[in-house]
């Protein structure tokens, strides 16, 4: 009680003003410690790949149908539970077909609501009663928690009560309305939290319909990815990030997200393309195609002129970012000014070699890094059309809010990329805006910086360099979110010698397959090796083809980047991970391929996952074991040394 400010107790006071309110508090507080911990779901590298995203937040990585196996594996067959499974990821579209086809529809009706309720009340059975409360829905949700938490054994005197009601649900014609309620708690309670380890934007068709998603989840966080910040640096303005952004767009013949979704007006770069680049077959640019979505060659030929009028911007302005940040060093992507104009070649490290293309209408050999007053204009309408998408600027605002360049939660340290480190593993200083920065401290002045290009007054220096800074976490040598000694998309669509192609990685990438170097990470960010602790991160695609694993350094670094966007399933061969943390420990769910929406519906075709443990805990982890636990552990203390203060007179009870 000695230890206790009274000025604090006092104030506490006034959000319970009794005792019996603090020690009913207690009470929930102290009662909700020692239920199991709730399950955490970790994701990366989405690209854009929104339909096998939501759907694997729809089934909860597999949790549900494994579920629906425990409950009804004896007394359904597997047909009859898949119904059920895809019932409660599309209950709407599954609803209008299953009417078509039920001979009793209110007897399917009645067992099928009976079925969902039970399996609602397994997903319940790690939550209280008031959190489960936050997430009822409207209509039926006092019903619904009457229903879950009734019980129904033989000689039960709330049987006929529970029968009843689901009848009458039945009988009043509110069992569609019943259905799709219960279904999306279901889908609700079956993820307790939700990681996104960086990477939501590029390559996939719709990066926006997944952040839709997102702005509306119950409990999650984001890591930001290289690819992230390059759009939030777009959103801020960035002349750099946004043609690169639309480079990428190109490259995979993509508008979707950015006409579709933002309503970036593409025409005057179209118009700038066909007309700069009118007779040149710009092979160099002929784009990906991951989707094997059908182009004509006339359509390939208009996205190359597209990809290559962007791209030769895009060259440009990341020249200017460079020579303009020198502390960046990032002097080994300057291309434009080693070209030989006259005679096509470019002359790097000593070396010369032969472009493959040689067609430059619009760089000044003289200043090469400078825009034409015809890509300035365009450069400024493209910007203005990022900075004025309401949609894409709440996105980006989302993105701020609830991400961060590394987040340290329950015992595990997240982060995208890497933390860029020297051969002999020792953190690699950097300096940033004047200040030398390494390990931690250069993750917290990435994260500072990345809200300064944002944040900070326009047209402040703060702001200025923020912006650049953004471009710079996007490909810099010594970007946490990128972590290769450059980028060479302009070497790969000039140069044939694919030597010239070689992206060094960072040294963390071999150093930390060692479990001490990531203990030495892990006590960096604060953590204790010595308990259950894990580093997960994504970035680098597993090549599971290859022989690649993604459990490194015994267990400690989890990397679950598994090839969710279709353009890197080719290399790893699966379509993706989840890692799941519940309270009994790791288990990594490896997704195949998605065929449809369509096809889960008509066909129940889900996505086949493969779930493995990976590391179990010493003991069942409880509330208690998690921070939210000791958040709640700190707060019954103060709340006894408030009954305390009120029992001695201290304090004074409303």
Request: hydrophobic share 35%; aromatic share 10%; glycine share 6%.
């Amino acid at each position: 009680m000695n230890y206790y400010d009274i000025d604090y107790l006092t104030l506490l006071s006034q959000q319970y003003p009794t005792v019996k309110k603090a020690s009913r508090e207690i009470i929930e507080l102290q009662s909700r410690q020692k239920l199991p911990k709730q399950t955490e779901h970790f994701m990366s590298d989405i690209h854009g790949e929104y339909e096998s995203f939501l759907h694997i937040l729809k089934n909860a990585s597999g949790i549900i149908k494994d579920k629906i196996t425990t409950i009804y594996g004896r007394t359904l067959s597997e047909h009859d539970r898949l119904i059920l499974a895809t019932l409660i990821y599309y209950p709407k579209q599954k609803l209008e077909i299953i009417k078509q086809e039920a001979e009793d529809l209110e007897d399917w009706y009645r067992i099928t609501i009976y079925r969902l309720v039970e399996i609602c009340r397994v997903f319940a059975s790690k939550q209280t009663r008031a959190t489960i409360r936050e997430f009822l829905p409207e209509t039926f949700g006092a019903i619904i928690d009457e229903l879950i938490h009734a019980n129904t054994d033989y000689g039960s005197d709330k049987t006929d009560y529970y029968n009843e009601t689901i009848s009458t649900i039945v009988e009043l014609g509110q069992a569609d309305d019943f259905i799709v309620e219960i279904s999306m708690l279901i889908q609700t309670l079956a993820i307790g939290r939700l990681h996104i380890i960086g990477d939501i934007f590029d390559r996939g068709p719709r990066a926006d319909i997944i952040l839709d998603t997102l702005i509306n989840y119950h409990s999650l966080d984001i890591q930001w990815g290289n690819h992230d910040v390059q759009w939030m640096g777009a959103a801020a303005g960035s002349l750099a990030c946004i043609a690169n952004v639309v480079s990428i767009s190109t490259k995979y013949s993509n508008f979707d997200c950015l006409e579709d979704g933002y309503g970036i007006n593409m025409r005057p770069l179209t118009v700038f393309a066909l007309e700069t680049y009118a007779d040149d077959p710009c092979e160099c640019f002929i784009p990906r195609n991951p989707n094997m979505v059908h182009i004509s060659k006339h359509d390939v030929n208009f996205w190359a002129k597209v990809h290559k009028a962007i791209s030769v911007i895009e060259f440009k302005l990341e020249g200017q970012v460079i020579m303009r940040r020198p502390e960046f060093r990032m002097e080994n992507h300057l291309m434009l000014d080693k070209i030989n104009y006259a005679d096509g070649t470019i002359t790097l490290e000593g070396k010369t070699y032969k472009l493959k293309d040689t067609n430059f209408p619009t760089i000044d050999p003289e200043n090469p890094f400078e825009l034409t007053a015809e890509e300035s204009e365009l450069m400024e309408l493209l910007r203005t059309s990022f900075i004025r998408s309401e949609k894409l600027q709440r996105h980006v605002r989302f993105l701020y809010k609830k991400g961060s360049m590394y987040l340290t939660y329950n015992n595990n340290l997240l982060y995208h990329g890497c933390i860029p480190m020297n051969s002999d593993g020792s953190f690699t200083e950097v300096t940033l805006a004047g200040e030398k920065v390494k390990g931690k401290s250069l993750m917290d002045k990435s994260d500072q910086l990345a809200r300064d290009g944002y944040f900070a007054r326009p047209g402040s220096h703060q702001r200025e360099y923020g912006k650049d800074f953004l471009w710079f976490l996007w490909c810099g040598c010594f970007s946490p979110v990128y972590g290769k000694n450059k980028m060479t998309s302009f070497e790969r669509y000039f140069i044939s010698d694919e030597s010239t192609w070689t992206e060094i990685k960072d040294k963390y990438y071999t150093l930390a397959e060692n479990e001490e170097v990531c203990n030495r990470i892990l006590r960096e960010f604060g953590i204790d090796p010595s308990e259950f602790s894990h580093i997960i991160n994504g970035h680098v695609p597993v090549k599971i083809k290859k022989g690649e694993k993604p459990i490194k350094a015994n267990g400690k670094l989890l990397v679950i980047d598994g090839g969710l966007s279709r353009a890197y399933q080719p290399v790893t061969g699966i379509a993706g991970y989840t890692l799941l943390f519940n309270s009994h420990g790791l288990l990594l769910s490896e997704h195949d391929a998605f065929e449809s929406v369509e096809s889960a519906i008509k066909e129940e075709k889900d996505i086949h996952s493969t779930l493995d443990v990976i590391d179990l805990a010493p003991s069942r982890l409880l509330v208690e074991n998690t921070d939210e636990g000791k958040v709640q552990a700190k707060k019954i203390l103060d709340l006894k040394a408030l009954v305390e203060a009120y029992n001695t007179g201290m304090v004074k009870q409303y």
